[in-house]
């Protein structure tokens, strides 16, 4: 690439501001890249090298000389003014217009611009990132990324592991600014992998339209169900739904509602025979306690609902068209699964050993809606006190 090219691509002051106005909007590299009248990997390499992270903006401190004060300055200095004639123009202290021009060459070579210049530039001090310092901390953090944990699940691990410990606590942001700034030199980018996303750079969150699907013989709403189902007091409520991958495979995932335990099923199909056998025969290894209801999307795969409640004894609900959100533990939870099973991956080739893996660790990371203790510990709990 030579010198002309280079100058060609960078982008000015204004572009980078619009730039960064654009991505934290949700619009795409292509969009933005449009929009700017620039190549897509110009504009590409700038997000990238800043980790998806808008870079803070500088402003000069109303406290500070401005070039136009220096300028007054460099005009008193020529004409031979004494320090405190010039200050009192400025309406500043002596000893500030005195070290202003001491700081920069004397009297005989103070110039307005250098100086702002050489100012603006001395005062730029990036404090170390405390990732950088601490190495026991960043042994931890890196050591809990690599076991799949969240960087807020991290941070709040900390401050329970080590509560008189000021020196082991980071906030979540700061981990994340250091996975995708690599310019802090605190965690490897390889790390980045185990986050859910598995993404290179930060993105903005962008809405997600919700689809509905088909109709289910004398399905019984979920505004029939009772109300100990919706304030989560007692175990054994749970919420269903298929997680899809390529080549048509998929499995089951169910999560209950007052622990967020998960549980995964391998399916050979998605007609409602196999998803309903396959979801019966999970269903009755539980005790009786933890089999009370079922709430599932409007997915035809359980279209022969009446065949699962007389196997497990479970009632089921079934939300209303076009809203995942009702059954928002279970979308929540397919969210997390996608960490190990990307879209379009082939489901398939899953054993039943490997989903219970999956679900074992999800089941022992700590989750902030359960005040950062783990499902597993949550549901035993449950367990005990019923027992």
């Not at 622990?259 to 998605?270: N, P, T």
Request: charge should be positive.
């Amino acid at each position: 690439m030579t010198a002309n090219q280079t100058e060609r691509e960078r982008l000015t002051l204004a572009e980078r501001t619009e730039l960064w106005h654009r991505w934290r909007s949700g619009e795409l590299v292509a969009r933005i890249a449009g929009a700017l009248g620039r190549p897509n990997n110009t504009v590409y390499e700038q997000l990238y090298r800043a980790g998806g992270v808008a870079p803070y903006l500088r402003r000069r401190s109303s406290r500070v000389l401005s070039l136009r004060e220096r300028e007054e300055i460099s005009r008193g200095v020529c004409s031979c003014c004494s320090i405190r004639q010039i200050a009192g123009a400025l309406q500043r202290a002596p000893s500030t217009v005195s070290r202003e021009i001491a700081r920069h060459g004397g009297r005989s070579l103070y110039r307005a611009t250098h100086a702002d210049r050489r100012a603006w530039s001395n005062a730029r001090r990036p404090k170390p990132c405390k990732l950088v310092l601490n190495a026991r901390l960043r042994a931890y953090v890196a050591g809990k990324l690599v076991l799949e944990w969240s960087p807020e699940q991290i941070s709040h691990a900390l401050a329970e592991q080590f509560p008189a410990d000021n020196s082991m606590r980071v906030s979540h942001e700061t981990i994340y600014r250091s996975l995708f700034i690599q310019a802090r030199g605190a965690l490897k980018r390889e790390l980045a992998a185990h986050l859910r996303t598995r993404r290179a750079m930060r993105r903005p969150r962008r809405k997600r339209s919700a689809a509905g699907q088909g109709q289910i013989v004398e399905a019984i709403s979920i505004r029939e169900r009772p109300a100990e189902v919706a304030d989560r007091a007692v175990p054994g409520h749970w919420e269903g739904d298929l997680l899809c991958g390529g080549k048509n495979s998929q499995i089951a995932t169910l999560v209950e509602r007052h622990s967020r335990f998960v549980m995964l099923v391998k399916l050979s199909g998605k007609d409602t025979t196999t998803v309903v056998r396959a979801l019966s025969t999970k269903m009755r290894k539980l005790p009786q306690d933890l089999r009370r209801s079922l709430t599932w999307d409007r997915g035809l795969e359980l279209a022969e609902h009446k065949r699962f409640s007389i196997a497990t004894d479970m009632q089921v609900y079934f939300c209303d068209p076009r809203s995942p959100w009702q059954r928002g533990s279970n979308e929540n939870t397919n969210g997390l699964l996608r960490q190990y099973f990307p879209r379009g991956t082939d489901l398939s080739g899953c054993s039943q050993a490997h989903l219970n893996q999956v679900a074992l660790r999800l089941n022992t990371r700590p989750r902030k809606t359960l005040g950062f203790r783990t499902p597993a510990d949550k549901l035993n709990d449950a367990v005990a006190q019923t027992a």
